[in-house]
C-alpha cells in the first residue's frame, strides 16, 4: 500500500506538456491547423503552443497532420507526413517516411507522442523505441520520456533509466540493499566488495535505541544526517562544495557501487541490482533538479526504527534563499513510511512565516488520542526553535482530500508550495 501510494506521489498527474518547445530542424510531431494566413502560412497548435510556421503542402483548416520541422532564414517550416490518425495504416506511413522499424512497439510510440503532442528528431524516437523495446512495462517507459522531455534532459538512456526507475519503483529500497549484500556475501571478497559489505552492514545496523538518553527527535535527525552520508545520495555536491572528509565520500554506497560496476569479474545479477540502485539515487537527484526559484528534493532512505527495518520517503519544496537552500521559514516537507504498530503513516507539513500546520495521515483509531499526550511537547519544541504550531489535523487515507494530497507531486514544478510565498 505505501509503495503504491509513493508511485503515485512520485508520478503525479500526467498533464500535457505545458513547456514552451523551441522546435529544431529534424523535430517531428502531431499538431492541428488552427488559422491559415496567405502565402502558406498557417499558425499550427501543438499542446497549449501555437506556433506561426509556413507550410510546404496545401492544407484544411482544422485539419490534424504528422509534421516535420525545419528552419530556413530564422523561419519555420512544416513538411506534412500524413494526415493524423490513430488508424495502423497511418502508423504505417510515418514509420516508413522516417525509415523506423515498423514494429508493435514504434506503433504505440508515434501514437504516444501524438497523443501528447511531445516533438522528437527521427533519432530520438529511435533511441526511445529501443530503450522501451527492452522493458517490460511500455507505459512506464511512456511516462519516463515525457517526463525527461518536459524538464528537457539530455536524451541518454542512463537518465531515461534512471527516472523510470524512480517514476514507477519495483520495491523499497531497504529490500534493494538487502538483496545487495546477500548477493556480495557470495562473492569473492575484493577490495571493493568488502567495503560495500561494511557500507551496507553500518547502514543497516543505524536503529533507533530506546535507552539513548538523547530525545527521540535528536537521535532521528542524527540517524537520517548518517543514513544519507552512506547512502552517498549528495556524493556529487558534496564533491563540488569540497567537502574535506573525501576519504569518506569516497567509501559511501553511491561511488563504491559506480566503482563496482566498473570492475571485471562480478557477476551478472549482482552487477543488474547495484545498477538499479545507482539508478533510483539518480533518479531521485534528477526529480529534485529546478531551473526555477522554487526547489523540490525528493529522497529515500532504509531506516531502522526500535528494531523494526523501513524506509522513510521525504519531499522537501519550497523556495530558494539566494545560497541555494530552501527557505525554512516557508516551505512544505512530506514524510511517508511504514511504522511496526501505526502502519502506513503520512505526515503533510507547511511552513509559512514559521507558522506550521500538520497533518497526519494514518488509519489508526486510537493515534489522535495518543498524539494529544506529546502535542503539548511538540508545541514547545517547535517554540524553543521559534516556530509556531498553529494546526495539527488526523485523517484516514481513505479520505478523498488525503487522495487529492497524494495527487500533488514534485514533477508538477510548483505543486505543493503556498504560491503566496
Not at 499558425?43 to 490534424?64: M, R, S, T, Y
Not at 544519507?228 to 562544495?241: Q, V
Not at 543488474?272 to 529546478?290: F, P, V
Not at 511504522?339 to 500538520?358: A, C, F, G, P, W
Amino acid at each position: 500500500m505505501l509503495l503504491s501510494n509513493i508511485q503515485s506521489i512520485l508520478r503525479g498527474d500526467v498533464k500535457p506538456l505545458q513547456n514552451q518547445f523551441e522546435f529544431k530542424s529534424g523535430d517531428v510531431f502531431a499538431g492541428n491547423i488552427s488559422k491559415i494566413y496567405p502565402n502558406q502560412t498557417a499558425v499550427v497548435k501543438v499542446g497549449n503552443q501555437n506556433i506561426l510556421a509556413k507550410l510546404e503542402a496545401p492544407i484544411i483548416n482544422g485539419g490534424k497532420y504528422w509534421f516535420q520541422a525545419s528552419t530556413k532564414e530564422g523561419e519555420i517550416h512544416l513538411k506534412i507526413l500524413s494526415p493524423l490518425s490513430m488508424e495502423n495504416q497511418t502508423q504505417d506511413s510515418i514509420l516508413k517516411q522516417l525509415s523506423l522499424p515498423n514494429s508493435k512497439i514504434f506503433k504505440e510510440l508515434t501514437v504516444f507522442l501524438a497523443k501528447e503532442q511531445i516533438p522528437l528528431p527521427k533519432e530520438s524516437i529511435l533511441k526511445a523505441g529501443q530503450w522501451i523495446e527492452h522493458q517490460n512495462n511500455t507505459k512506464e517507459g511512456f511516462e519516463a520520456l515525457k517526463y525527461m522531455v518536459e524538464k528537457d534532459f539530455p536524451f541518454s538512456e542512463s537518465i531515461y533509466k534512471s527516472l523510470k526507475e524512480v517514476l514507477s519503483p519495483k520495491a523499497p529500497i531497504q529490500t534493494l540493499l538487502q538483496n545487495l549484500e546477500s548477493q556480495l556475501i557470495a562473492e569473492p571478497k575484493t577490495k571493493t566488495v568488502q567495503a560495500l559489505l561494511s557500507t551496507l552492514e553500518s547502514i543497516q545496523l543505524k536503529d533507533l535505541d530506546a535507552n539513548n538518553k538523547e530525545s527521540v527527535p535528536q537521535i532521528l535527525l542524527s540517524l537520517l544526517k548518517k543514513t544519507t552520508s552512506k547512502m552517498g545520495l549528495f556524493y556529487e555536491a558534496d564533491i563540488l562544495a569540497n567537502i574535506e572528509d573525501n576519504k569518506s565520500l569516497e567509501n559511501s554506497m553511491k561511488p563504491l557501487l559506480v566503482k563496482y560496476l566498473q570492475e571485471t569479474g562480478h557477476t551478472l545479477e549482482t552487477k543488474e541490482l547495484a545498477e538499479q540502485i545507482i539508478n533510483k539515487m539518480n533518479g531521485q537527484q534528477l526529480l529534485s533538479h529546478s531551473n526555477t526559484p522554487y526547489q523540490h528534493i525528493v529522497y529515500q532512505l532504509p531506516l531502522q526504527l526500535f528494531g523494526f527495518q523501513t524506509e522513510l520517503t521525504m519531499q522537501w519544496s519550497g523556495k530558494r534563499k539566494e545560497d541555494g537552500k530552501i527557505d525554512p521559514d516557508y516551505c512544505h516537507v512530506l514524510f511517508y513510511l511504514e511504522l511496526e504498530h501505526l502502519k502506513e503513516t503520512i505526515v503533510d507539513m507547511k511552513v509559512q512565516n514559521r507558522i506550521i500546520s500538520i497533518k497526519i495521515i494514518n488509519n489508526n483509531e486510537q493515534l489522535q488520542n495518543m498524539a494529544k499526550l506529546i502535542l503539548p511537547k511538540l508545541k514547545q519544541g517547535l517554540k524553543d526553535l521559534n516556530y509556531t504550531l498553529s494546526a495539527i489535523q488526523f485523517e484516514h487515507s481513505s479520505n478523498n482530500e488525503v487522495q487529492k494530497s497524494l495527487s500533488n507531486s514534485v514533477i508538477n514544478q510548483y505543486s505543493g508550495v503556498d504560491i503566496r510565498i
